[in-house]
């Protein structure tokens, strides 16, 4: 057994499609397709439905993979650990954030790349709370910043980073007149754009709608929250952010925030990794830096704008 059949076969559950896996494996088609059939005849056991394309693994295949990223996790942490005591920390560490909490995770890639110069740092955001959680399991990624709820279960842990609160964001002139706060209520009867359905940041903010007793009905919807704000500096759109995003974009000019009450809830953001052992060294490595950074208070200061937003508050 062979790590490259093994980095074949994952790719192969990952891409779906031979050439795409042939192809992010740097090999040819050919030479992939053999590699995993001889890995067959080495298990004895058929691991990918073959027909005129691709129709996906077996059910034995479905289990195998499972160790061949467990095992391809395990090769990869070893490298680190004798990495570190070579020459220090090294590598790729891989992030996933979900679309609310993605403005906060410069707030822990820059301390942990100051801290370790020899690490580079790969981000996706937009992710759905099930997809970070579902990379972290599959081994594609080494952190995730997402909501916590007990579903984490004791397959991650988790450092809590800071509470997400939202608030309205609408154009100055469509702000109400001498308020320092909206309800939700008021807000479900504005022009909104709202995250999608399938994101949870959508489905946290449908339960506040609820609670007020209210159904909002965005016209626009977006998996982005920059996209948010491009759709209110149109000037025909409101929309509900976390307050987070004023950390980075301040409250823009033409802009407004207000918070948002009756109710007024929060929810506990933090960076989730692999409980496994020994785990990821990267993983470890960030979590030590999130343990130590008071993320809730930076997200408090907002940068220099052109005047005070009462949703700062």
Known sequence: MLFRQLEYLVALSRERHFARAAQA?????????????????????????????????TPEGERIVVWAQRILADRDALKSEAGVLRTGLSGR??????????????????????????????????????????????????????????????????????????????????????????????????????????????????????EAGVLPSPRVETDSVAALFAHVRTGRWASVVPHTWLHVFGVPHGMRTLPLVEPSRTVPMGLVTSAREPGSV????????????????????????????????
């Open 93 to 210: 560490l891989r992030i996933g954030s979900v679309p609310t909490a993605s403005g906060s995770v410069a707030l822990l890639t820059a301390p942990f790349c100051l801290a370790h110069p020899l690490v580079t740092v790969e981000v996706t955001a937009d992710l759905r709370s099930d997809d970070v959680l579902r990379q972290l399991r599959d081994f594609e990624l080494d952190a995730g910043v997402t909501y916590l709820h007990r579903g984490l279960g004791d397959r991650f842990r988790a450092v809590p980073l800071y509470e997400e609160r939202y608030v309205l964001l609408t154009g100055e002139a469509d702000a109400p007149a001498h308020r320092t706060a909206v309800t939700w209520a008021e807000a479900s009867r504005l022009p909104l754009c709202l995250l999608t359905g399938a994101m949870q940041g959508r489905q946290v903010l449908d339960e506040l709608f609820a």
């Open 282 to 313: 990267l993983a470890r490595a960030l979590a030590e830096i999130a343990g130590r950074t008071d993320v809730a208070a930076a997200l408090e200061h907002l940068p220099e704008g052109p005047g005070p937003s009462p949703g700062a508050s």
């Open 25 to 57: 494996c740097h090999v040819s088609q050919p030479a992939l397709s053999e590699a995993i059939r001889k890995f067959e005849e080495e298990l004895d056991v058929p691991l990918v439905l073959r027909g005129r394309t691709y129709e996906g693994l």
